[in-house]
C-alpha cells in the first residue's frame, strides 16, 4: 500500500468506533475517530482526511448535515463519504446519497462488505492512470490535474461523478445501462443497487449544468445514460 491513507470515523457508538479503528488500521490505514459531527467539522478544518465514514445519528449535529457541510467547504468538497445508518429504508438512503454521501451502509452491516466498499472508493478517488485531457462540447477534463471545466467554470465532482464522467467521455454518444455503468465505474466486486447510479447520474448533472448550461447527458428510457451528441458542436 502506498502512503498511509488517512480515515476520518465519526461515530458516537464506542463499541463500534473500536471494531472498525481494529479492521481499518489492520488494513493499513491510519484512522481518526470523533464522537459527534461539530468535532467532525473542527477536524476536517485542520486536516484533509482521505475518507469519511459518517454515521448518520450523531449527537447534535446530525450525519446528513454533517456531509452537506463537508460539500461545502473547498477543502472537502471531494472527499469520499459512506454513511452508516440504522434505517433500511429506501427513502433515507436516496436522502443520503442526495446530500452528497458516495456510498451508503445500512446498520447492522458485514464488516468483509463496508471494508470492500472502503477499498471501492478509495480506488474510485485515486488519480486516473491516463493523462492528457477529454473533451465533449464545451466540457475539458484535465486527466492529470483531475480537473473538470465547462466552459469558464470550474467543475467540481465527487470521485464517483469523476469516473462517470470519464467513462462517458471516452465513450462518447454509447448508450450505457445502469448495470454497465455499475461495473465500469464502481467495479464488479460490490454489489450496489441500479438506482444508485440514477443518484450519481442526478449529482453530475446537477454539477455540470449549472445555472444556465445545457444538459449533455441523455436519458435513454429503459436502456440507461449517454453523452447526448447533439450536444457536442
Ligand atoms: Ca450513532
Redesign the pocket.
Known amino acids: 500500500m502506498q502512503n498511509q491513507l488517512l480515515i476520518l470515523v465519526v461515530?458516537?457508538?464506542t463499541a463500534?468506533v473500536t471494531m472498525l479503528r481494529y479492521n481499518l488500521e489492520k488494513e493499513g490505514y491510519k484512522v481518526v475517530d470523533v464522537g459527534d459531527g461539530e468535532d467532525a467539522l473542527a477536524f476536517v478544518a485542520e486536516r484533509k482526511p482521505d475518507l469519511v465514514i459518517l454515521?448518520?445519528?450523531?449527537p447534535s449535529l446530525s450525519g446528513i448535515e454533517v456531509c452537506r457541510q463537508l460539500r461545502r467547504k473547498p477543502a472537502t468538497r471531494e472527499t469520499p463519504v459512506i454513511m452508516?445508518t440504522?434505517r433500511g429504508e429506501e427513502g433515507d438512503k436516496i436522502r443520503g446519497l442526495n446530500t452528497g454521501a458516495d456510498d451508503y451502509v445500512t446498520k447492522p452491516f458485514s464488516l468483509p462488505e463496508l471494508m470492500a466498499r472502503v477499498r471501492a472508493l478509495l480506488r474510485r478517488a485515486q488519480p486516473l492512470p491516463q493523462k492528457g485531457n477529454l473533451s465533449f462540447g464545451d466540457v475539458t477534463m484535465d486527466l492529470s490535474a483531475h480537473r473538470v471545466v465547462r466552459g469558464e467554470r470550474q467543475i467540481h465532482l465527487g470521485p464517483t461523478e469523476f469516473r462517470l464522467l470519464h467513462y462517458f467521455m471516452q465513450h462518447p454518444g454509447n448508450v450505457f445501462s445502469r448495470e454497465e455503468l455499475l461495473n465500469a465505474v464502481w467495479g464488479p466486486d460490490i454489489y450496489v443497487e441500479p438506482r444508485t447510479v440514477d443518484v450519481h447520474i442526478r449529482r453530475l448533472r446537477k454539477a455540470l449544468n449549472g445555472d444556465d448550461n445545457s444538459d449533455i447527458i441523455r436519458t435513454v428510457r429503459a436502456a440507461g445514460y449517454a453523452l447526448d451528441l447533439s450536444k457536442a458542436a
Open positions: 461515530e458516537d457508538e463500534l454515521d448518520w445519528m450523531l452508516l440504522a
